[in-house]
């Protein structure tokens, strides 16, 4: 019989963010990351809603039905919620989380945080990304390296929240003595490839250790996420040993701070759940100003010609449906409204008949187009479909007036 023998949970905010949009509930057997999108207020809801979700515990049966009918109810009820808050409309997370069976873990997923397995100093991939990258890769249009540095590698094609109805994908996994597993943010594999992270695995005397490694290193690179991991491993033993060591750690928390080890009674006593809020980061000179969600501002339409290859790339996300939804609301380009102001927008620089539009106004910055150097305007002004993280930089660098 399996059980887990050491675990890590830690959650970063990284070098770049203001807020934690990231979400993870550990309560051995099962562990769990959600990766929240929709603004820093919206997407840390929606992390929020799905972690929470498995504190009810699984539903009687196997632990795939199980998996699948809790991510189904949390999206529901986060789809739900983002059509009736104004403020939350939009929001959306990722969710991955991992069961550890008697001989088995079974993992449930939706999104592009990961899981994976390390066993035998190998580290082997579990989960495939739902991302317009990840499913070019799948048919066979770019490398696994390739999609590593592409561009929209940050735009996923599923999710919970943005559709009444979700697809998990669900795998049962043989597992051995001394496999250890790792559920993840993209805030990690975006930041570090998998060659460097089986190497920290391996060289590490501890989970804590080998956590503490890889959120380092996923800073060093840049930090331009959050960056959350949870590690766990198993050893197979005997039914008195199980019994023994049945007693697990439960946390569930979003938290940005490295300190934050709590504890509470595990499955065979009261549960206690031990959760803290994201503490401020006491600095000594203000963070860099990151792009805040869209401001009670006036929002003015603008209009442009639209070139014929975006037409072609509209119809294409029009076709495959509510992937192509989803995407659309993943990607971000900056334009110019009625009053002469960068603005960057969300979602598809096209708008269909009957005034249907495919974009909205995300934020409007503090420069008027008038006021970048002419060289550079057309960075502004040609619609290129951008990751938030590179438009939301853009922005940044206009108004801290770097760009020259």
């Not at 809801?45 to 049966?61: E, H, T």
């Amino acid at each position: 019989m399996l059980i887990v023998s050491e675990h890590f949970h830690a959650s970063d905010l990284g070098r770049q963010r203001q807020g934690n949009e990231d979400s993870y509930f550990v309560r051995a057997p099962l562990f769990v990351v959600a990766d929240g999108m929709g603004g820093a207020q919206a997407g840390e809801v929606a992390s929020q809603m799905a972690a929470d979700a498995f504190d009810r515990g699984l539903p009687d049966g196997p632990a795939a039905e199980g998996l699948v009918r809790v991510i189904e109810d949390a999206n529901r009820e986060i789809h739900d919620r983002s059509r009736t808050e104004a403020k939350r409309a939009g929001m959306g997370t990722t969710v991955t989380a991992a069961y550890v069976g008697e001989n088995e873990v079974t993992i449930a997923h939706v999104g592009d945080s990961r899981a994976y397995l390390f066993r035998a100093g190998e580290l082997t991939r579990l989960t495939r990304d739902h991302s317009l990258v990840g499913e070019l890769v799948a048919r066979g249009k770019l490398t696994e390296e390739q999609a590593e540095t592409h561009p929209q590698r940050s735009v996923i094609t599923r999710a919970l929240g943005p559709e009444a109805e979700v697809q998990v994908d669900v795998d049962t996994f043989q597992a051995r003595d001394g496999d250890v597993f790792m559920v993840c943010s993209d805030g990690l594999t975006s930041m570090i490839t998998e060659a460097k992270v089986g190497p920290l695995l391996a060289g590490a005397d501890s989970l804590e250790q080998a956590g503490r490694a890889l959120i380092a290193a996923a800073n060093d690179a840049g930090g331009r996420d959050n960056i959350t991991v949870v590690l766990f491993r198993l050893e197979d033993v005997d039914g008195e040993d199980a019994a023994e060591a049945d007693q697990q750690t439960t946390v569930r928390s979003a938290v940005a701070s490295e300190d934050h080890e709590t504890t509470a009674q595990g499955l065979n006593g009261p549960t206690a759940l031990a959760t803290r809020e994201p503490r401020a980061r006491l600095v000594a000179e203000p963070p860099p100003r990151t792009v805040p969600p869209p401001a009670a501002r006036k929002r003015r339409r603008f209009r442009f010609r639209i070139p014929g290859w975006l037409i072609a790339v509209a119809a294409v996300l029009l076709v495959v449906g509510g992937a192509g939804w989803t995407a659309s609301r993943a990607v971000y380009f900056l334009g110019v409204d009625d009053a002469g102001t960068v603005t960057m927008y969300q979602g598809l620089p096209f708008e269909l008949p009957l005034g249907v539009e495919l974009y909205r106004p995300y934020y409007a910055s503090s420069v008027r187009l008038a006021q970048v150097p002419d060289r550079r305007r057309t960075t502004f002004t040609d619609h290129q479909l951008r990751s938030k993280d590179d438009a939301e930089n853009l922005v940044i660098e206009l108004e801290r007036g770097d760009i020259e």
